[in-house]
């Protein structure tokens, strides 16, 4: 359950998440749920898109489901 606080942070706050295409963050957020850029240009034309309210709050779901705080300790529990 390693996953970079921001992340969780920007699906509790229903915001879009943009990340690098080689970002680990794809190891632990399904792809479909965030937004992955290669350079500036494919960024730049993502921001501009509609999809945006969409995926923030599908994001948003899946981390209150996925990373809540009982997930987790559920989940380090069981491998004791």
Same mark, same amino acid.
């Given at each position: ?6 992340? +969780? ?30 350079? #500036? ?10 999809? +945006? ?18 997930? #987790? ?8």
């Amino acid at each position: 359950h390693h996953v970079k606080v921001r992340v +969780i942070e920007a699906g509790l706050a229903g915001c879009a998440l943009l990340e690098m295409k080689q970002a680990p963050t794809r190891k632990w957020i399904p792809k479909e749920l965030l937004f992955q850029y290669r350079n #500036i240009k494919e960024a730049a034309e993502i921001i501009r898109s509609a999809e +945006i309210e969409d995926k923030a709050s599908a994001l948003g779901t899946y981390v209150r489901e996925n990373y809540s705080p009982q997930r #987790i300790y559920e989940s380090i529990l069981a491998q004791l």
